[in-house]
């Protein structure tokens, strides 16, 4: 008799176990076929992502650079050899085909810029080696910012493209012990694909001379652009004698590559 109550709140507790167990059961069923589901979207993103023609109609082909855009293709030429000769600067250049594709509407450019709204271009590496841009002019090789303006030289559409390029090449070159490129200091990951961007070797003096003149130019607080850390990337590559794999393992801090400078400022 004493003991009823006890038996009967065990056999409470027993059936709320129970119900709670498959409760779980299902929650655990639901948040697999969610997996499933999360895989699946993002495979079929990264496959869109990987078969350019699919969303842009219009390519060409040019040396090894490929161009694809959702509106037809004029003067790419010229634009294509500038972007190569460009990664052909750098030593980490792998030689083979790269892709590029232009989004000129806004739902193409939503759709593979995703959350990077903001972005003049994005590169995904390692899930494609395509790298997407905005709105450009083709024949007047320029790309339009999220302003709507053209960008300012030095920024021109072949500077676009071989900057994402290289972000792609020492995605390559670095490889999956270092996450590919992601765990790079972002003065070296911009830095370098922005040093690349414009063509290799730069005048670090004069870049040096702006930046302490206030050029807004070589402020990525101000204008988010990156000459600033192209200027740091210029320094250590050619007044430091740096080689690319010496600036690519540099875990310095911007604060401590700045400070490294102007310890050792470029010669004016
Ligand atoms: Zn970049």
Redesign the pocket.
């Known amino acids: 008799m004493g003991d009823r109550p006890d038996n009967s709140r065990l056999a409470l507790a027993g059936g709320r176990a129970q119900l709670g167990g498959m409760g779980f059961r299902v929650f655990n069923r639901g948040l697999r076929w969610a997996g499933y589901l999360l895989l699946l979207v993002v495979g079929a993103y990264a496959a869109v992502l990987n078969l350019p023609g699919v969303l842009f109609p219009y390519h060409v082909t040019e040396g090894r650079l490929r161009l694809y855009s959702d509106q037809p293709i004029q003067g790419a030429g010229p634009v294509l050899r500038d972007a190569q000769r460009r990664i052909e600067t750098s030593p980490i250049d792998d030689r083979r085909p790269h892709t590029v594709a232009i989004a000129n509407s806004e739902w193409r450019r939503k759709l593979v810029f995703t959350i990077q709204g903001g972005a003049a271009?994005v590169?995904y590496y390692p899930l494609t080696g395509v790298v997407y841009l905005r709105r450009a002019d083709i024949g007047q090789n320029q790309l339009y910012g999220a302003s709507g303006r053209p960008a300012a030289p030095p920024r021109t559409l072949s500077y676009y493209m071989a900057?994402?390029i290289?972000?792609s090449l020492t995605g390559e070159h670095l490889g999956i012990a270092r996450l590919w490129n992601r765990r790079l200091p972002q003065w070296v990951?911009?830095g370098y694909?922005?040093y690349v961007g414009v063509g290799g070797r730069t005048d670090v003096a004069d870049l040096y001379r702006r930046e302490k003149a206030g050029d807004p130019d070589l402020s990525f607080a101000r204008t988010h652009t990156?000459a600033e850390f192209r200027l740091l990337a210029a320094y250590f590559l050619q007044d430091q004698g740096w080689t690319v794999d010496q600036l690519l393992a540099s875990t310095l801090t911007k604060a401590q590559a700045q400070a490294a400078m102007e310890a050792s400022p470029p010669k004016l």
């Open positions: 271009g590169n900057h994402e290289t972000h990951r911009e694909a922005d990156y």
